[in-house]
């Protein structure tokens, strides 16, 4: 006999689980959860100094790119978390809701109830924030948030001084102001990360009304007509599927989701035909639009001492910038990692995971102490690309193509972005404390072709992947503006894949939001 939930949501990622635990606040509901990965943790997930330690495991999807063209062919390595609580649990836990100019774009494109004014009240939903630096925080949420400077590291306070120094304006709070260097705020309570597994799923899941299946991957979706009335999926090596009396929420992130539909007959024709999966549902924009933050692994600067151990998490303190005079909002963004996490073994290890394809135990490298690493990041990349199937066959990963770098404009502005991180390590500040010097790119890397060839060799992405179902009007919209699938009943996408453009921060925080807004759509159409 075939199980009944009224709502499965598949995928217990970061607002698979806010979902799960607002639709299980209604006791005469039931809900179950679909997870492709496993239940149990490592020590690492809660430390905020070791999430480097997460990847690569078996924590991490590890996805390899399609050779990126402009990266002169480079497979970029592409970390997307699941087991219970899925990205959530490799994020940096930096807690930035994005910029209000952001929200506004969405809304003006047709995404109407999704301005800044709009989102505003479920960012305040989930927040819990300690501090009094912003305004308009939230202070009764599921997510502890904390200034980041309560367990601040002194070559972090001189990433600020340097910044400071080249005239750039100390904020406070990135929540509450645009441009600026400070300290992150940042998802960690009694010294352990705050994620939605720990707020959200695991307070869930002691309710009666919630089931969790792990080392569950959804095949297929199940239809009756133009309504989708339940998941096909496969555990430890069974077929199964259950039925869904209300609805199907599809939240298993940027890559896995459009998967999914494609899997179903849901997406572009013509690739569908092409790998002789039945078309249900004409949708172009399955796929489409997907874009990440490109990564730069450096500049790495060498001090003349040891900085002391960290208290806290690593990525503390960011300098968000224009790369032009006159932006309403910053396109850059300069975190400093004041313990550098990689060495040589991280980027073996990444290397064998692609040859066998097997998880890497986690391991934690001795780095030396003297190294600090920038990551500058494009926060606003117009730079576009896919999701599409490698095979009609659901145990195959599916073949990723963020586009870095395809339009100019992106490679020069990170390029400019780059030039700004090696200022930073040229200040007073930092060689008077620090004696520091730069390694990488060096002294050999002068001009500005020679810098523009170093960004294009040591690119790489911030795993921010959004955008691959996207929430809209146009021809290439998957889902409307209260997240449904569009040509499809009872079926929602709720997760980074929505996104019409990533916001120009952090992006874990918006995917909160995104789950506690498909929560009350949902309540609002039961109630009708």
Not at 459 to 474: E, L, N, P, R
Request: charge should be negative; include cysteine.
């Amino acid at each position: 006999m075939t199980a009944t939930f009224d709502f499965i949501i598949v995928g217990s990622g970061t607002a698979g689980s806010v979902i799960a635990h607002r639709l299980s606040e209604m006791p005469d509901v039931s809900v179950l959860v679909l997870e492709a990965g496993h239940a149990r943790m490592n020590d690492a997930v809660e430390s905020p100094s070791r999430w480097n330690e997460v990847l690569l495991t078996d924590l991490d999807w590890a996805y390899m790119s399609e050779p990126q063209p402009a990266l002169n062919g480079t497979r970029v390595y592409s970390a997307s978390g699941q087991g219970l609580g899925g990205t959530s649990n490799i994020y940096h836990m930096i807690h930035t809701r994005g910029r209000a100019a952001d929200y506004d774009a969405w809304a003006y494109g047709g995404c109407a109830g999704w301005s800044f004014k709009d989102v505003l009240p479920y960012f305040q939903k989930l927040e819990n924030q300690q501090d009094d630096t912003n305004p308009t925080a939230g202070r009764s949420g599921p997510i502890h948030v904390m200034n980041a400077k309560e367990t601040g590291n002194p070559v972090s306070q001189t990433f600020i001084d340097a910044c400071v120094e080249l005239g750039h304006p100390h904020v406070e709070d990135f929540n509450a102001s645009d441009f600026g260097v400070g300290w992150h705020h940042v998802d960690i309570k009694d010294g352990k990360r705050c994620g939605v597994r720990v707020a959200y799923l695991e307070p869930a899941r002691e309710r009666p009304n919630v089931s969790v299946e792990s080392h569950a991957l959804a095949t297929r979706l199940l239809f009756e007509g133009p309504r989708c009335v339940g998941v096909e999926y496969v555990q430890d090596g069974e077929r199964k599927s259950v039925r869904a009396l209300r609805e199907v929420i599809v939240s298993a992130g940027a890559i896995q989701s459009p998967k999914l539909l494609m899997l179903s007959g849901i997406g572009d024709p013509e690739h569908l035909e092409a790998l002789d999966i039945p078309v249900r549902v004409a949708l172009p924009g399955v796929g489409a639009n997907f874009h990440d933050h490109p990564l730069i692994i450096g500049p790495i600067g060498l001090m003349s001492k040891p900085g002391p151990d960290p208290r806290g998490n690593v990525t503390e303190v960011a300098l968000f910038w224009g790369s032009e005079p006159g932006l309403p909002v910053p396109d850059m963004e300069i975190c400093l990692v004041h313990r550098a996490p990689f060495g040589d073994q991280f980027f073996a290890n990444v290397v064998r995971r692609v040859q066998t394809g097997q998880p890497i135990a986690p391991v934690q490298q001795l780095v030396d102490p003297r190294v600090i690493l920038s990551l500058p990041g494009l926060v606003r990349p117009l730079s576009r690309g896919w999701v599409r199937l490698a095979s009609a066959n659901p145990a195959d990963a599916p073949r990723i193509h963020a586009n870095y770098f395809a339009e100019r404009t992106d490679l020069e502005r990170t390029t400019t972005m780059v030039q700004l991180a090696r200022d930073i390590y040229r200040t007073s500040a930092f060689s008077d404390t620090w004696g520091l010097t730069e390694i990488s790119p060096g002294p050999d890397v002068k001009t500005r072709k020679e810098l523009e060839d170093w960004v294009v060799r040591n690119a790489g992405s911030y795993y921010h992947f959004t955008g691959s179902c996207k929430m809209g009007i146009d021809n290439l919209a998957v889902v409307d503006a209260r997240l449904r699938v569009r040509g499809v009943e009872g079926l929602r996408v709720a997760d980074a894949s929505i996104m019409p453009a990533i916001p120009s921060a952090n992006p874990h925080t918006t995917v909160v939001m995104i789950g506690e807004r498909a929560a009350d759509f949902i309540k609002q159409d039961l109630s009708h």
